[in-house]
């Protein structure tokens, strides 16, 4: 139906940046609203960002804003998450996360599609 696949995570240093990638496959991302989590060892999945279907509308978690940018290009049927000024809490495992019709996407129990995964290291 909806696949998500992540890219782009790796090993940076504290403040650095990294973007992740999210390809969707089986259907555009016109109708989908995507939101990004992440999730570190012995840790709840949390939100970090989301965006409406148009890419519009936009939020963040607390601990994102002003670091991080969510967006879209819908006819390459990808969103991204640019990641500035990263910090070493920021390292987890990173999620695209989507459900479709869904105006904003802001708790992982509204999500029906999820990536795999893609990991972000932050070292000191």
């Known amino acids: 139906q909806v696949q998500l696949v992540e890219s782009g995570g790796g090993l940076v240093q504290a403040g650095g940046s990294l973007r992740l990638s999210c390809e969707a496959s089986?259907?555009?991302?016109?109708?989908?609203?995507m939101g990004w989590f992440r999730q570190a060892p012995g840790k709840e999945r949390e939100f970090v960002a989301s965006s409406s279907p148009s890419g519009v509308n936009t939020y963040y978690a607390d601990s994102a804003k002003g670091r991080f940018t969510i967006s879209r290009d819908n006819a390459k049927n990808t969103g991204y998450l640019q990641m500035n000024s990263l910090k070493p809490e920021d390292t987890a495992i990173y999620y695209c996360?989507?459900?479709?019709?869904?105006?904003?996407?802001?708790?992982?129990?509204?999500?029906?599609?999820w990536g795999q995964g893609t990991q972000v290291t932050v070292s000191p």
């Open positions: 996360a989507g459900r479709m019709y869904e105006t904003y996407l802001t708790r992982a129990s509204r999500v029906n599609y």
């Open positions: 089986g259907r555009t991302l016109s109708n989908l609203a």
